[in-house]
T-cell receptor, first 116, second 116 residues
Framework: DTGVSQNPRHKITKRGQNVTFRCDPI?????LYWYRQTLGQGPEFLTYFQNEAQLEKSRLLSDRFSAERPKGSFSTLEIQRTEQGDSAMYLCASSLKGGTGGNTIYFGEGSWLTVV | AQSVTQLDSQVPVFEEAPVELRCNYSSSVSVYLFWYVQYPNQGLQLLLKYLSGSTLVKGINGFEAEFNKSQTSFHLRKPSVHISDTAEYFC??????????????FGTGTLLAVQP
């Protein structure tokens, strides 16, 4: 399977605990994105990497959120001191960089987080 | 900044009937336009995209969309729907340009509910 892989697919955690999600992009893709999607809403952009460099972060990404992409391969998204408002699906996506853009962005199946 | 409006949160339609899902966008710069489909508990799959050229774009599963620059619209159509087309459909834009992140800005989605 050469698609974007995310794990865990589901995570239930108690408020105040830390959680970490992992994303493995399509192997030759140098761009990686994280999005958050809540029920009834479209995905919202969180952050973006080009290779190992984190080039853009949304205002949605509070200080409790941190994302990394060591060596420009897989990425992790950690949420510290989770709150009930963090309950959502976290989507990872990847694409190639090139030209003037418009390259297809491929999404993983998402990681559901429920904070109780 | 860009924004996307999908006015219809839900569109019920009978099997084999035609359907149109509406999308309007706002942007101060030129954009690329996309339609993604999301089946229950899954990630997003690209249906089609408009980068340049012909304003009528054909995608997978018999869907097509037409870019109308003057009306800033990118409506999705299918001449005859199937039960299996039941899903959430998201319209998205990304800014054009080599220096852009190509991040996608999504609308809130339209649930296409196909009834037998």
């Amino acid at each position: 399977d050469t698609g974007v892989s995310q794990n865990p697919r589901h995570k239930i955690t108690k408020r105040g605990q830390n959680v970490t999600f992992r994303c493995d992009p399509i192997s030759e893709h140098n761009r990686l994105y994280w999005y958050r999607q809540t029920l009834g809403q479209g995905p919202e952009f969180l952050t973006y990497f080009q290779n190992e460099a984190q080039l853009e972060k949304s205002r949605l990404l509070s200080d409790r959120f941190s994302a990394e992409r060591p060596k420009g391969s897989f990425s992790t998204l950690e949420i510290q001191r989770t709150e009930q408002g963090d309950s959502a699906m976290y989507l990872c996506a990847s694409s190639l960089k090139g030209g003037t853009g418009g390259n297809t962005i491929y999404f993983g199946e998402g990681s559901w987080l429920t904070v109780v | 900044a860009q924004s996307v409006t999908q006015l219809d949160s839900q569109v019920p339609v009978f099997e084999e009937a035609p359907v149109e899902l509406r999308c309007n966008y706002s942007s101060s710069v030129s954009v690329y336009l996309f339609w993604y489909v999301q089946y229950p508990n899954q990630g997003l799959q690209l249906l089609l995209k408009y980068l340049s050229g012909s304003t009528l774009v054909k995608g997978i599963n018999g869907f097509e969309a037409e870019f109308n620059k003057s009306q800033t619209s990118f409506h999705l159509r299918k001449p005859s729907v199937h039960i299996s087309d039941t899903a959430e459909y998201f319209c998205a834009v990304s800014a054009l340009g080599g220096g852009a992140t190509n991040k996608l800005i999504f609308g809130t989605g339209t649930l296409l509910a196909v009834q037998p």
